[in-house]
């Protein structure tokens, strides 16, 4: 018996203003080639992508980055608050990657082959207190 599996091909999110084939063009454009195709796509629609990207974990700095492209009243006119926060996040500067300190080198530890005195052990509780079991 053989299975039928659908290969209508990937499904459209509905909550995603572009088509999969511009998503996909913008997903894989690099840096250089990037600011001219969100330059094709329409403020309102590109605010919208920019908002609909930074959503995506996954793809949530390409949302920031669709949003330096965007003005902020657009952003908050298509996300609210939401918007607002996208713009100034797009706008931030990089953190500056953390420059390696030496660590002070860890003291030597004493070691010694001959071991340690027995620990003398106490089961606990008031009646115990004062008795030992080595």
């Known amino acids: 018996m053989t299975q039928s599996h659908p290969t209508s091909g990937p499904v459209a999110d509905p909550a995603c203003p572009v088509s999969l084939d511009l998503l996909g063009e913008v997903y894989r454009a690099d840096a250089d080639d990037l600011p001219e195709l969100l330059a094709t796509i329409a403020e309102p629609t590109r605010s919208k992508l920019a908002v609909y990207l930074y959503g995506k974990s996954h793809m949530h700095q390409l949302g920031l980055t669709v949003a330096r492209a965007c003005e902020r009243d ?54 115990a207190k004062g008795r030992s079991f080595d």
């Open 74 to 127: 657009d952003l908050v006119r298509v996300a609210g608050e939401i918007g607002s926060v996208v713009y100034g996040q797009s706008r931030m500067k990089p953190a500056r990657p953390a420059v390696p300190t030496e660590a002070a080198p860890a003291p030597a530890r004493k070691i010694s082959l001959a071991g340690s005195p027995p620990k003398k052990i106490s089961l606990g509780g008031s009646a």
